[in-house]
């Protein structure tokens, strides 16, 4: 697991869950803003995992006007989960999309 001193900065979880609940750590950010989340997502190797793990190339953003809705598709869902890497500490985090493996026939 991940250490967080006390002394950092609040940094705020971004997940990729599906309607069946399967959820994966994207990431954490410092700001919780439109462009953080697009950065984020919009590097190569966590692009590249979200493609394998869900199968879809693009995603639409669900309420141009809220940045905590995410982005969606097809079950998929790319949002601030909520949560901190702080609170995380205590309930565990999720799995980190880089080191995801798929699963047969999902």
């Known amino acids: 697991m991940r250490t967080l001193a006390t002394h950092e900065p609040t940094r705020h979880e971004i997940e990729l869950r599906h309607d069946d609940g399967r959820a994966y750590l994207v990431g954490y950010v410092a700001r919780t803003t439109g ?13 590249a995992a979200i493609t394998r ?26 949002r601030y989960s909520g949560h901190t890497q702080r609170d995380r500490r205590s309930t565990g985090e999720l799995p980190f999309i880089l080191d995801a493996k798929l699963e047969p026939g999902s």
């Open 35 to 47: 462009q953080a989340l697009r950065e984020t997502v919009q590097e190569p190797e966590r692009w």
């Open 53 to 78: 793990i869900t199968g879809r190339d693009a995603f639409a953003i669900v309420n141009p006007r809220s940045v905590a809705e995410g982005y969606r598709q097809a079950g998929w869902t790319l």
